[in-house]
């Protein structure tokens, strides 16, 4: 029989067999190297655009808190503005009242009675003075009440004294302002109230 030697196509085919697993190894270290670099060039694509994001979210709340800073800032004006308006509206509404109120003061002073003092705190009024006898005080008490200026008149103190051959009461009675709107201020309660009556 002849002899056939196999050894050196044995090793040809290992050869190429090695060469081929390594031509495999080698293009699967490539298509990893490429997966893994395009996986990182898109994760920083995201990243970027993300931070791109955020920045401009941080800009525009930037903005929103100047824009809320200035509506703060107006609206202290605003309500400074309106508290002023308030006490205008007060003081023209009391240039006039002081007036009513001395004017039906005098009205509803019946004779025999003389004020001494007269102070005003807000809305109270704490009148004092001298009456020819309780009665005068009375009288008063009852012309306060029944007026359109005054409301619920408090007798603090009364003294009865005598000053020569004639008798004094003395007096210090507490009284209310009532608070009289103008036509035009009752229209603009209604006005902001709602429906007129």
């Known amino acids: 029989m002849t002899r056939l030697n196999l050894l050196p196509w044995r090793d040809q085919r290992r050869k190429e067999q090695d060469r081929q697993l390594l ?3 080698v293009g699967a270290w490539i298509l990893m190297g490429l997966v893994i670099f ?3 060039l898109h994760v920083s694509g995201l990243i970027d655009n ?3 994001r955020n920045d401009f979210i941080v800009a525009e709340t930037k903005k929103l808190d100047e824009e809320i800073k200035e509506i703060k800032e107006l609206q202290a004006a605003r309500a400074a503005l309106l508290a002023r308006m308030r006490v205008i509206q007060q003081l023209q509404m ?3 009242q002081i007036v009513h109120l001395f004017d039906d003061l005098v009205r509803k002073m019946p004779e025999g009675v003389y004020l ?3 102070k005003q705190a807000g809305v109270s009024i704490t009148l004092t003075g001298n009456a020819q006898s309780n009665a005068r005080v009375s009288a008063l008490m009852r012309n306060l009440d029944a007026s359109d200026w005054f409301a619920k008149p408090d007798l603090d103190v009364i003294n009865v004294k005598t ?3 004639d008798r004094v009461s003395e007096f210090t009675l507490r009284v209310s302002q009532k608070v009289i709107l103008d036509k035009d201020e009752q229209d603009k309660i209604e006005i902001k109230g709602g429906a007129k009556p």
């Open 23 to 25: 031509s495999i190894a």
């Open 38 to 40: 395009y996986a990182h």
């Open 50 to 52: 993300q931070q791109k």
């Open 94 to 96: 009391d240039r006039t």
């Open 116 to 118: 001494t003092s007269l």
């Open 163 to 165: 000053k020569g051959s």
